[in-house]
C-alpha cells in the first residue's frame, strides 16, 4: 500500500514559469516531508524539507507548502530553469531525527521547455 | 570527497540465482541504508545498518539481507532471484540519522532473466 503518492507522473512546463508538484499521504504518523531530485543515471540529491510544525519552507527558487489537515505538500519552483528537468520525489518519515527509513512516492518527471 | 560508490553498476542475473551488491559510503558516514527503486513503486526501504549492526528492516522477504563491515562499507544479497526483483538499488549514507542528510549512490541495475 503506497502511503505517499505522487498521482502526476509526468509535468513540461515552459522555462521562466512556476512548476508545481504535487505530493499526497495517507499516514497521519508522518511529521517530517522531503523532496528529492533525481537526474538519469544519478543517485537522488536532496533538494528541501518540511517539519511538520511548518506549513512552509523556502530555499532560493525552491518552496515546499504542507497542508496537513489535507494531507498534502508541494514544491513550487519559480522560474523553472531547464536544468531543473528531473524526477522529483516525494518522501516522508515518521521522525526528523528517527530511522532513514523514508516512504517514498512514485516520482514526477518534471520537463522545462527552453 | 568521493560520494557514495556502488558496484557494480550493471549485473544480469537468471532466476533462482543469488547475487550481491556492494556498497562504500562517503568517507565518515557510518549509516548506511539500501533502497529498491522499480517503476511503479518507486524507491522502498529495504534495510539500515549502523555501526555493523542492522537498525531498521522495511517490509522484503528474507531473501534480501545485508551486512556492514568495520570500516562501514555494506553489502546486500538477494539469494534465490525472482523476476520481480529486477529493480535499481540504491545505496544511501550519513553521517546521523535522518532524511536530509542521505546521500544517494547511483544504484546498481539489476536485471533477471
Known amino acids: 500500500d503506497q502511503q505517499v503518492k505522487q498521482n502526476s507522473p509526468s509535468l513540461s512546463v515552459q522555462e521562466g514559469r512556476i512548476s508545481i508538484l504535487n505530493c499526497d499521504y495517507t499516514?497521519?504518523?508522518?511529521?517530517?516531508f522531503l523532496w528529492y531530485k533525481k537526474y538519469p543515471a544519478e543517485g537522488p540529491t536532496f533538494l528541501i524539507s518540511i517539519s511538520s510544525i511548518k506549513d512552509k519552507n523556502e530555499d532560493g527558487r525552491f518552496t515546499v507548502f504542507l497542508n496537513k489537515s489535507a494531507k498534502h505538500l508541494s514544491l513550487h519552483i519559480v522560474p523553472s530553469q531547464p536544468g531543473d528537468s528531473a524526477v522529483y520525489f516525494c518522501a516522508a518519515s515518521g521522525s526528523r531525527a528517527g530511522a532513514n527509513n523514508l516512504f517514498f512516492g512514485t516520482g514526477t518527471r518534471l520537463t522545462v521547455i527552453p | 570527497k568521493a560520494g557514495v560508490t556502488q558496484t557494480p553498476r550493471y549485473l544480469i542475473k537468471t532466476r533462482g540465482q543469488q547475487v550481491t551488491l556492494s556498497c562504500s559510503p562517503i568517507?565518515?558516514?557510518?549509516?548506511v541504508s539500501w533502497y529498491q527503486q522499480t517503476p511503479g513503486q518507486g524507491l522502498q526501504f529495504l534495510f539500515e545498518y549502523f555501526s555493523e549492526t542492522q537498525r531498521n528492516k522495511g517490509n522484503f522477504p528474507g531473501r534480501f539481507s545485508g551486512r556492514q563491515f568495520s570500516n562501514s562499507r555494506s553489502e546486500m544479497n538477494v539469494s534465490t532471484l525472482e523476476l520481480g526483483d529486477s529493480a535499481l538499488y540504491l545505496c544511501a549514507s550519513s553521517l546521523a540519522r535522518g532524511g536530509e542528510k542521505l546521500f544517494f549512490g547511483s544504484g546498481t541495475q539489476l536485471s533477471v532473466l
Open positions: 499516514n497521519s504518523m508522518f511529521d517530517y
Open positions: 568517507s565518515g558516514h557510518r549509516s
